[in-house]
């Protein structure tokens, strides 16, 4: 939490105006929905190939190693695990859900 606080200082301290950081974090964000744009698509071909091959929509095993890893890198950036495990737990989530829609309507 600290380094976070640190890094918005230093914005600060580059002459950013308080409009400029917030349309910094506003870009992010449109950048973050685009990037889960894209992992739901990954996700829509990964439902493929798992009806294809017979797998369930849900692998436990695969969910954890995701969210082991995130959790990870998540430390080797200076961030708290737990929310970022938790958001990587609502994604695996959106996709799940997809996929079992996929197959529940039969696409």
């Given at each position: 939490?600290?380094?976070?606080?640190?890094?918005?200082?230093?914005?600060?301290?580059?002459?950013?105006?308080?409009?400029?950081?917030?349309?910094?974090i506003?870009?992010?964000?449109?950048?973050?929905?685009?990037?889960?744009?894209?992992?739901?698509?990954?996700?829509?071909?990964?439902?493929?190939?798992?009806?294809?091959?017979?797998?369930?929509?849900?692998?436990?095993?695969?969910?954890?190693?995701?969210?082991?890893?995130?959790?990870?890198?998540?430390?080797?950036?200076?961030l708290?695990?737990?929310?970022?495990?938790?958001?990587?737990?609502?994604?695996i989530?959106?996709?799940?859900?997809m996929?079992?829609?996929?197959?529940?309507?039969?696409?």
């Amino acid at each position: 939490m600290i380094e976070m606080y640190t890094r918005i200082f230093r914005r600060l301290c580059t002459g950013m105006s308080l409009d400029q950081l917030r349309s910094s974090i506003e870009d992010t964000d449109r950048t973050l929905v685009r990037l889960i744009a894209e992992r739901m698509n990954i996700a829509r071909q990964i439902a493929l190939e798992k009806e294809r091959h017979g797998l369930p929509v849900r692998i436990p095993e695969r969910a954890e190693s995701v969210l082991s890893g995130v959790a990870e890198e998540s430390r080797r950036q200076g961030l708290d695990p737990v929310p970022v495990r938790e958001i990587f737990a609502i994604l695996i989530r959106m996709s799940e859900d997809m996929q079992t829609s996929r197959r529940e309507e039969g696409e």
